[in-house]
């Protein structure tokens, strides 16, 4: 048992079911027993009522307005941005963009830096476990600049190899892409050092932090990277609100990437300027209520506490990789050392996708497929996994539940004897 290990099996487990009403509503005849949370998760009132509540007392748009509710609405938005920062202790609000979530912060890095700053014979270094919006962004990138995609291989219990790790970075390496936690396997990455490794060849990082910000304390200054992605809708907030973090003396220099209202300084026919961060980057009308709503979810974590959520959820992790590993024909696919609540399986017989639907009767929502990784799968040679993946309202009784499914879709497909 390592230190998180031990600590997570004495740690008192949260109880918080009943703030989030969707988790009260039977499915199917039976109780919904939610395990799809690496895809979204459930939304607790706090966020519901916090931005259902902006559009009856403060809506209107933001900046520029004259009147009181803009200024008021305006002040709630950059409160958001606020939350944000203290969220991942950046050093200074401008460093915090708002983005539709980790993807459009990732396009947002490679157009703008990206094409800036990249040439022919340059190298993006990026790992064998990224999710697609960690890779094809740089394959445009690459096409569009002449610049080389590189990837650092996975081992077979899901880890990085840091040694061929440090074997790709050289002097040609311009930016490493690095997932904090891999949504396919749970490993998380020791993003620190890799950081610092990467520093010392004179590259940039930017770390893919979608998996990371709901499940432990991420603080982006004692990582060292320069760019920090995540979605709200992962972390108990809305969809289609999320956020990138940049180093300041970065994110300042570089380009506008979508032009419009509100991102401007002056506009002339002749010539445009830009304001100044973060606004050169939110071109048009945002997702104000998104950010509302963000917010909200973000003080609701915080008042949980980061370290108590990420010692609930790996007791149950622990559990949970104890019975399923004891299930005949059940093969786990990531066993990394350090690893967040993901589990990702593959059953003898069963497909992933028979399996989903099988559990689903059961009402166990789990995801089965390639998790929009799909390198990783063919790295491990296999179409797919089953993946239950774990939030801080799971349950123990979650986990039994999961595991009476999995015994009973055995059962009718005849395996696991
Ligand atoms: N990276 C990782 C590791 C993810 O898990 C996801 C979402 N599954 C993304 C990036 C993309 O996030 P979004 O779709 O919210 O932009």
Redesign the pocket.
């Known amino acids: 048992m390592n230190a998180v290990t031990t600590a997570a099996a004495h740690a008192p487990q949260l109880n918080r079911t009943a703030d989030f009403p969707i988790l009260s509503r039977p499915l199917k005849g039976r109780r919904l027993v939610y395990l799809d949370n690496?895809?979204?998760t459930q939304k607790p009132s706090a966020v519901i009522q916090a931005e259902s509540q902006y559009y009856e007392q403060s809506n209107a748009n933001i900046h520029r307005g004259v009147h009181w509710l803009s200024q008021h609405s305006t002040d709630l938005y950059e409160q958001g941005r606020e939350s944000i920062r203290r969220l991942l202790n950046a050093g200074r609000p401008e460093e915090i963009v708002f983005t539709?979530?980790?993807?459009?912060?990732?396009n947002l890095v490679a157009h703008s830096w990206g094409r800036a700053n990249l040439k022919e014979g340059d190298e993006i270094l990026i790992t064998g476990m990224?999710?697609?919006?960690?890779i094809v962004p740089w394959q445009l990138l690459c096409e569009q600049t002449g610049a080389r995609l590189r990837v650092v291989p996975v081992t077979d219990s899901g880890e990085l190899d840091l040694d061929a790790y440090r074997a790709l970075l050289g002097a040609r390496t311009r930016l490493v892409g690095i997932?904090?936690?891999?949504?396919?396997l749970g490993t998380i990455n020791p993003v620190a050092e890799m950081t610092r490794l990467a520093h010392e060849a004179g590259a940039l990082v930017l770390v893919?932090?979608?998996?990371?910000v709901a499940h432990q304390v991420v603080d982006v200054q004692a990582i060292g990277c320069d760019f920090y992605?995540?979605?709200?809708?992962?972390l108990y907030g809305p969809?289609g609100i999320?956020a990138l973090y940049a180093r300041y003396d970065i994110l300042k220099d570089m380009p506008p990437w979508q032009g419009g209202g509100d991102m401007i300084h002056t506009v002339s026919f002749e010539r445009t300027t830009y304001a100044d961060v973060p606004q050169r980057f939110e071109a048009g009308t945002p997702n104000i209520a998104g950010v509302i709503g963000l917010d909200a979810a973000i003080r609701y974590v915080c008042g949980i506490g980061l370290d108590n959520i990420a010692a609930h959820e790996h007791h149950l992790l622990d559990l949970a990789t104890a019975q399923l590993s004891s299930l005949p024909g059940v093969r786990l696919i990531g066993t990394a050392a350090d690893k967040a609540g993901i589990l990702s399986f593959v059953v003898d017989g069963i497909h992933p996708h028979d399996l989903g639907t099988i559990l689903d009767t059961e009402g166990v929502a789990i995801r089965a497929g390639h998790?929009?990784?799909m390198p990783l799968m063919t790295r491990f040679g296999i179409p797919g996994t089953a993946r239950a993946s774990l939030a801080l309202y799971n349950t123990e009784d979650d986990v039994t539940a999961l595991m009476a499914a999995l015994r009973k879709a055995q059962k009718l497909f005849g395996t696991g004897q």
């Open positions: 690496g895809a979204t539709r979530g980790t993807t459009e912060a990732i990224e999710h697609h919006s960690n997932v904090h936690i891999s949504n396919a893919d932090g979608a998996q990371a992605t995540f979605s709200g809708h992962k969809t999320g998790h929009c990784a």
